[in-house]
């Protein structure tokens, strides 16, 4: 390994791997630094060809999640916003240069529930948005049952310890420093963004499914109508992508949204028949027929069904 590029370092049961200058390189995905569910980094390569007409507007993500997205644009200026005030909180200590010192961090069941009755103390007494609390959630998110984020009624971090052989923990996050140099977070509902007239707008809302508890306030159908609504009044470049159910295909064919559907790299058990689910990409003040943008037209053309729209 070439230290003279390194920076960083992660735990793998005591052994120390280095984070790469490269991973941060324009050319690259960087890697999110939480596990998340839904994460969008494998869409990455099918938004970069919308992206790059628009590359020195403000990047602009209502609900941001685990960041795969900003992280695989990289954009110049960014402002990036989620209801997850554990998620912001931790991003904006990552903006600081944040270094875990203050916990341990291992792959063991006690430890882990000592950690998460401590972690939902510091909720209680209002002391979340602390290095502490911060630090915690990482470790939290590596450590549980598939790096699920989801809270019970009282705000409190209910997900069970996972079921993982090795996990990589990072104690040095200062390679994200850099990056996250021009980029706001902000906490809050997607309504409450500021937007302005240039901002290139990707929203990713939780999947219209039964499960939407990712926050206390949870994700309802119309939370969903409500976000497509605001989204259709932005006169910049607005991407949208959520499973591909009938009724959000109505949702945004209505808001005059251009729609194409996507095989998801996941799978979905219909009648005994597991296929890849549907992934719904809907875009809105693009130039032109999405179709037809350099780089994008082969990739989609190979993976939309016939006669879908």
């Known amino acids: 390994m070439n230290l003279k ?22 050319t690259h995905v960087a890697k999110p630094p939480l596990k998340w569910a839904g994460g969008k980094r494998w869409l990455v390569p099918y938004l970069r ?26 954009p110049n200026k960014a402002l990036l916003n989620d209801i997850n ?18 916990i341990r961090m291992q792959n063991s069941s006690p430890l882990y529930y000592s950690h998460r009755s401590r972690f939902n103390e510091l909720v209680r007494s209002d002391k979340s948005e602390t290095k502490e609390a911060a630090e915690l959630f990482y470790y ?32 040095d996050f200062t390679a994200y420093k850099k990056a996250f140099r021009k980029w706001k977070f902000t906490m809050g509902d997607f309504a409450d963004v500021p937007l302005e007239q ?22 309802s159908w119309d939370d969903q109508v409500r976000l497509a609504q605001w989204l259709s009044k932005h006169p910049g ?9 009938p009724r959000m295909r109505r949702l945004y064919t ?5 729609l194409r559907i996507l095989d998801a790299p ?36 190979r993976m939309m069904p016939r006669g879908s729209n």
């Not at 005030?85 to 203050?102: D, E």
């Not at 470049?237 to 159910?245: D, G, L």
Request: aromatic share 12%; glycine share 10%; charged share 20%.
């Open 198 to 219: 240039g901002d290139f707008v990707y929203a990713d809302p939780p999947y219209d499914v039964e499960f939407t508890a990712y926050s206390r306030e949870g994700f």
């Open 266 to 301: 996941r799978l979905i058990s219909c009648n005994g028949d597991r296929k890849p689910a549907k992934e719904l990409l809907a875009v809105r003040n693009m130039p032109g027929n999405i179709l037809a943008l350099p780089g994008l037209s082969a990739r989609l053309s």
């Open 237 to 245: 470049p607005v991407v949208v992508s959520n499973q591909a159910t």
């Open 85 to 102: 005030t554990h998620a912001v909180n931790f991003f904006r200590w990552l903006k600081r240069g944040l270094v875990i010192t203050t």
């Open 49 to 74: 060809p919308l992206w790059e007409p628009f590359r020195e507007c403000r990047l602009v993500e209502p609900m941001c999640g685990g960041l795969a997205v900003a992280l695989g644009l990289n």
């Open 5 to 26: 590029h390194s920076i960083g370092s992660a735990t793998q049961g005591g052994t120390h791997v280095s984070l790469k200058l490269a991973d941060f390189d324009r």
């Open 140 to 171: 939290l998110n590596r450590t549980c049952y598939n790096g699920l984020c989801r809270f019970n009624r009282a705000g409190e971090f209910n997900v069970p310890f996972g079921r993982y052989r090795r996990i990589h923990y990072t104690r």
């Open 254 to 258: 209505a808001q005059g949204f251009q």
